[in-house]
């Protein structure tokens, strides 16, 4: 039975033993760890083989069609597209740096939302070190090297993303057969990571509200709708004016970290921050330069905003643990606090459900500004910086 791309959807990424098949040898095959990603089998003078197309979404169902009818020519003309594929990559001279590009463009690009962040990383401790060694010249010593000059630096916890991304760079390399096995698979975390559990009080929370005010206008709107909205730093910082609308902001799938579009209902507080926003000849709300680009520099503008309101230990995400947190001690089902943080529902009704429970969102929501300001005054706050 042909494959539609509403199969591929509704299909289950985390079941790796079972490929979906479109005929004739064309394969959706699912890693263990949930990539997902295109194959020709074939048999080629009395031996199988399987052709790595590319990744999925990446790579659509039509293109996957198109480049299995091309690999199903060469076979007709008597030629092993495999065998091609390798000599073509011996010829290129595959190095690190030609690696990542291909892994950068086909692949980080289209599947992570961060991808910048993560190839600045790359860029700055991987590739300034081994590009322009062969692909198949970096050994698990190598790189366990690497993670130590890193941690000799002070950045240990730098070092466990960049292990990561390595884990990751390398596991795509496997799949697209450019190496045999990943370097950085067995490589433990070099060091031990504490989970963060802080939950800012309604005190702290009060005083971050209120000294957002010395930060200017743009960043200080910023930090009270990141608050309120509970909403991920990077998909708030990137917000367009054409994302609200009717009372909604509405960011699509693409901007997402699950790749679902969100929905967050605005209440009237929010509104009337948003309106206190000058509007330049750029999309971004969050500018400082006239809608051009959207805000950056959050390091130093949390440094500023911990002077004024005197709290340090906090994060920006930790509005995110204090608005869940409270939803919990307010009563609220665990469906609706998910629903306002914007996880993913990875149960089966999950597959029909497709409302945006924008109601729900809004009752949690304006609950949890209730009890930011309504308990105890705000205004008196302000009075007494």
Request: hydrophobic share 35%; glycine share 6%; with cysteine.
């Amino acid at each position: 039975m042909k494959l539609t791309n509403q199969t591929i959807s509704s299909s289950s990424s985390d079941n790796s033993k079972r490929p979906l098949r479109d005929g004739r040898g064309l394969e959706l095959r699912t890693s263990q760890s949930g990539h997902r990603s295109w194959s020709l089998l074939y048999w080629f003078a009395g031996k199988k083989y399987r052709y790595t197309i590319g990744s999925y979404p990446a790579v659509t169902l039509k293109h996957a069609r198109q480049i299995a009818d091309g690999l199903r020519a060469q076979l007709a003309d008597g030629t092993n597209p495999q065998l091609i594929k390798k000599a073509a990559t011996a010829e290129a001279d595959l190095t690190i740096s030609y690696c990542y590009e291909d892994f950068l463009v086909r692949h980080l690009r289209a599947k992570l939302k961060s991808w910048r962040e993560y190839d600045r990383a790359m860029r700055k401790d991987f590739l300034a070190r081994f590009e322009k060694r062969p692909i198949t010249a970096v050994n698990k010593n190598d790189l366990i090297k690497m993670l130590d000059q890193i941690k000799g630096r002070g950045a240990s916890i730098h070092a466990n993303r960049v292990l990561q991304y390595v884990k990751r760079f390398f596991g795509w390399c496997v799949e697209m057969d450019y190496i045999d096995a990943n370097p950085a698979h067995t490589i433990p975390k070099p060091s031990k990571e504490a989970v963060r559990d802080h939950v800012l009080s309604l005190d702290e929370l009060q005083k971050i509200y209120v000294s957002a005010d010395g930060l200017g206008k743009v960043h200080a709107v910023f930090v009270k709708l990141l608050m309120l909205t509970g909403h991920r730093r990077s998909e708030l910082s990137n917000l367009k004016w054409q994302e609200i609308e009717d009372g909604l902001l509405r960011l699509s799938a693409e901007r997402s970290k699950n790749s679902r579009p969100i929905v967050t209902p605005l209440t009237e507080r929010m509104s009337g921050l948003l309106g206190e926003l000058a509007r330049g000849d750029g999309e971004f709300v969050f500018s400082t330069t006239g809608g051009a680009r959207p805000i950056s520099g959050f390091s130093k503008m949390k440094k500023q905003l911990d002077e004024v309101c005197e709290i340090t230990d906090w994060r920006l995400h930790d509005f995110r643990r204090s608005l869940a947190t409270t939803l919990e001690e307010l009563d609220f089902d665990r469906f609706s606090v998910k629903c306002v943080l914007n996880h993913t529902d990875t149960s089966v009704t999950a597959v029909y459900d497709r409302s945006l429970h924008v109601r729900r969102k809004l009752k949690a929501l304006m609950a949890w500004e209730s009890n930011l300001f309504d308990r105890d005054n705000i205004v008196l706050l302000r009075q007494t910086k």
